[in-house]
């Protein structure tokens, strides 16, 4: 079973607190956190899927680990408006891993989603990147599209995190999934800040096998599910964003959710979901 090593570095690189288990593990770490801290799983095999919880005021959620291991930079500063004042603040922090279980690998989810996501590569997957992010600021990076927080209706805060383009036209967002998954369905839910925000009355998605979808969207905070044939991919990309006529300048994605599964391939590594015996 796969050894779990789940450890606090200081900006040095220093090791502060470390805990190890085999297919589970759980630190609980007294001191508060300093500028530079990360966060760091290490995993004797490589390639796994996990539920994480780096903090207890986040839910844990089922995210893939590739490689050996991933890095969670604690966040400071400007980086911290992102979070509940509650995330990461004062003493006693609890951080939680998990395998997770042939049935929850199985399950049809979204499978964009991803609360612990990080601004650089290196930390748990998918992983989500763009060519803008309005005025470099965290509340408006592309992560934020994946982070699972829908209330749209504000901006500039948590929980109004969203991916802002910076009012450019050839904006381009894209999800890399770091394995291939197979995917049927995406949700749209847009910033509805309105009369603040504008919003686009198209976009197109791009997936790596070649395929695209272009959608129309309409103007409404709710969320807009556009169905389409299973499509097995790796990446996607969400661009040719076709602004609809609006006095605003301002157009932004709070969530996009990408429904689907994991591929017969990876099922199949990691074994048949157990059945249930009811006595």
């Given at each position: ?9 200081n ?25 530079g801290?990360?966060l760091?799983?290490?995993c004797?095999d ?10 207890d ?13 991933c ?7 400007e ?15 609890y ?29 748990p997957?998918?992983?989500a ?11 408006f990076?592309a ?40 995917l ?38 709710t ?37 689907g ?19």
């Amino acid at each position: 079973m796969t050894r779990f090593t789940l450890s606090v570095l200081n900006a040095a690189g220093e090791t502060t607190a470390s805990a190890t288990g085999q297919g589970e593990v759980w630190l609980v770490y007294g001191p508060e956190y300093a500028p530079g801290d990360r966060l760091r799983l290490d995993c004797s095999d490589p390639d796994q899927f996990i539920v994480l919880q780096l903090d207890d005021a986040l839910p844990p959620a089922y995210v893939y680990c590739k490689g050996s291991g991933c890095d969670y930079p604690v966040p400071y500063g400007e980086a911290r408006k992102i979070f509940s004042s509650r995330a990461f603040a004062g003493t006693q922090h609890y951080l939680h891993v998990r395998l997770a279980t042939p049935a929850e690998i199985s399950q049809r989810r979204d499978l964009a989603l991803n609360p612990w996501a990080t601004h650089e590569p290196g930390g748990p997957l998918p992983f989500a990147f763009a060519n803008v992010e309005t005025r470099g600021e965290m509340v408006f990076a592309a992560k934020n599209a994946i982070d699972g927080l829908k209330a749209n209706d504000s901006h500039g805060a948590w929980p109004y995190t969203s991916w802002g383009i910076d009012r450019d036209p050839k904006a381009a967002w894209r999800l890399d999934f770091g394995r291939a998954v197979e995917l049927d369905e995406a949700v749209f839910y847009l910033r509805a800040d309105f009369p603040h925000d504008a919003w686009w009355r198209e976009a197109t998605l791009h997936f790596s096998d070649g395929s695209r979808l272009t959608v129309p969207l309409e103007k409404t905070g709710t969320g807009q599910r556009f169905p389409f044939s299973p499509r097995q991919v790796e990446w996607v990309t969400l661009d040719t964003l076709i602004k609809a006529d609006d006095p605003s300048p301002f157009p932004a994605l709070t969530q996009l959710g990408l429904w689907g599964r994991e591929t017969a391939e990876t099922l199949a590594r990691f074994g048949p979901v157990p059945s249930r015996t009811i006595y």
